[in-house]
């Protein structure tokens, strides 16, 4: 592990964003278990899957996407040469702007929200009252986009004077509040569906206030500012604009898939919508956590022109991610029945619907390795301030996607929709890779083949590890009573877990340092 400051600054700082997103999945995963005891992968599962990615999709562009990428290294530069004030007021401007923007959005999505349902999920149209109960989701919760884009903004105030573990932390809200309403409201509905949405929007809330009181102790205030013609917050919204073109294609592959899994087998919406949100635990954990991280440290490389340092940062947070990431694609290829039977086998949630959504989640997992490495690698465009660029990489790769799903859905069903976007993960990476390179020349891929040869070799070994499990110890275990499914899946991890850190350290892996690091300097 390199051995100077930036190196443990990072890892402190990426320990948290962990700490934080592992509290956060693992209320997730609470968060689903509820969801699939009480709404199983049945109709109402369906509708709710499909009316809350109407907002989402909103979302990575107005929040965790083009916002966040834009916005925290324009406000790391501001801060870095002018200080608080300045960059405050930049904020406050670009507050201004998502308030009046997004309520306009959000408007028009309650009242178009008829429109919009049918374009996402016609076929729901096949089953009587569907569509019309998804298009009474979507309207409770098209104002959760109003609220997480305001969280969104707060989150990138922080992380830009180097906060992350509150904002790290904040979006356990959501689940808390989806939880509360499992219990609490949605007994006092019929169809008791319509409660999980109402526990959206307290969730959503809650994540913005659980933040405000940091940023208000940092200085700064909520004060309306509508000069919009100031240079710095022109120079945000065009950094926003192809990154938005890029997100909008996104948003239309993902429109595209939930259309066409609507149009596929009853549940398979909700089998999807398992596996990715389980899927999507390790990749909040680690590469996501990391990027979190890696943004705003190279942002301050980049203003100071100091690519050697860019470089190693970027080469130093992907080995890390890829040793982190790899093993967890493994376990939930090979390892997924026997997971999903634990967490969601109960009440309506039936074995074949563990059958389901474990295919679903071997399939995309296959691409995690991909996905993370992207996370990893577009906050390096991002801070050069050459947003088209990846842009560029994820249009195309939208299109393989959309291309695959529909070639490979008669074939393989659902799961031919997960395959499309684990193929078309590993297109976008590589023509990243490419496009990185030759912006970035101080990257030498060749002199870290050995490193990840060695994170290769020892997942290839775990692969061997848990298909003899899977084959020999398991005997189809994953339908017997659930004390006995738990003491296979904790059986399984454990010795997944001891056969991946004793082959660490018998080849000497530098990341297990970096491991050993964030467990020391975590405070």
Known sequence: MENNPGAHKSIRSAGKVSAGTLASRILGLIREQVFAYLFGAGMAADAFVAAFRIPNLLRDMFAEGALSAAFIPTLTQKLTKEGKSEAYR??????????SIVTLIVVAGIIFAPEVVEMIAGGFGDVPGKLSLTTDLARIMMPFLLLVSMAALVMGILNSLGIFGVPAFAPMLLNLGMIFAGFFICPFFDPPI?????????????????????????????????NFSDPDF??????????????????????????????????????????FRLMHLPLGMFALAIATVTLPEISRYAALD??????????????????????????????????????????????????????ALAFYSIGLMAYAAVRITVPVFYAFKRTARPIVASIFSVGINIFLCYMLKDSLGFKGLALAASISGFVNITILVFMLKARLPELKFLQHIKPLGKILFINAVLTGFLLAWDRFLTFNLYDA???????????????????????????????????QEIFKRIR
């Open 306 to 359: 100091n690519r050697a340092d860019m470089a190693k940062a970027y080469m130093r947070s992907l080995k890390l991610g890829l040793f982190l990431v790899i093993p967890a694609s493994v376990v939930l290829i090979f390892g997924g029945k026997a997971i999903i039977s634990v967490l969601f086998q109960h009440g309506r949630f039936e074995y074949s619907d563990t059958l389901g959504a474990a295919s």
């Open 234 to 275: 022109r120079k945000i919204i065009l950094l926003m604009i192809p990154m938005a073109v890029g997100f909008s294609a996104t948003q239309i592959n993902v429109f595209v898939v939930t259309r066409i899994a609507a149009s596929l087998e009853q549940g398979a919406v909700a089998y999807l919508n398992y596996a």
């Open 481 to 515: 009573n659930l004390g006995i499914r738990i003491i296979n899946l904790l059986i399984l991890l454990s010795g997944a877990i001891i056969v991946y850190i004793a082959l660490a350290k018998l080849t000497r892996i530098e990341q297990l340092k970096g491991l």
């Open 194 to 226: 319509i409660g999980m949405a109402i526990g959206v929007i307290l969730g959503g809330l809650g994540q913005l206030l659980f933040q405000v009181p940091t940023a208000v102790k940092q200085g700064f205030r909520f004060k309306l500012n509508f």
């Open 90 to 99: 930049v904020a406050q401007i670009f507050l201004s702007f998502l308030l």
